[in-house]
Nanobody
Framework: QVQLVESGGGLVPPGGSLRLSCAASGSSISTYDMGWYRQPPGKQREYVAHITGQRSTNYADSVKGRFTISRDNAKNTVYLQMNSLKPEDTAVYYC????????WGQGTQVTVSS
């Protein structure tokens, strides 16, 4: 069974940057299409981006041009580089395979505020 651990969140001012990591253990995720999701305060979880096993990527319109998803198969890790952060990016960020085979991790809190 794959376990996922998200990290890298924090408090940043508007316009700032963060890089989130999603480290997998228990099995290789190299062939899985992996996604990042987020849950803003008081709202439902939403899709942010995903990367296929062949490294094709897709993004939600709200983050396109500002966020970049990538993966390092040697480290069994998926990343989310977030630039030009806005207050509306404030959320708990999670990663998971897009087919929903894996359990959700604990997430990492991102707060964008001055």
């Amino acid at each position: 069974q794959v376990q996922l651990v998200e990290s890298g969140g924090g408090l940043v001012p508007p316009g700032g940057s963060l890089r989130l990591s999603c480290a997998a253990s228990g099995s290789s995720i190299s062939t899985y299409d992996m996604g990042w999701y987020r849950q803003p305060p008081g709202k439902q979880r939403e899709y942010v981006a995903h990367i296929t096993g062949q490294r094709s990527t897709n993004y939600a319109d709200s983050v396109k041009g500002r966020f970049t998803i990538s993966r390092d198969n040697a480290k069994n890790t998926v990343y989310l580089q977030m630039n030009s952060l806005k207050p509306e990016d404030t959320a708990v960020y999670y990663c998971r395979d897009i087919m929903g085979r894996f359990s959700w991790g604990q997430g990492t809190q991102v707060t964008v505020s001055s």
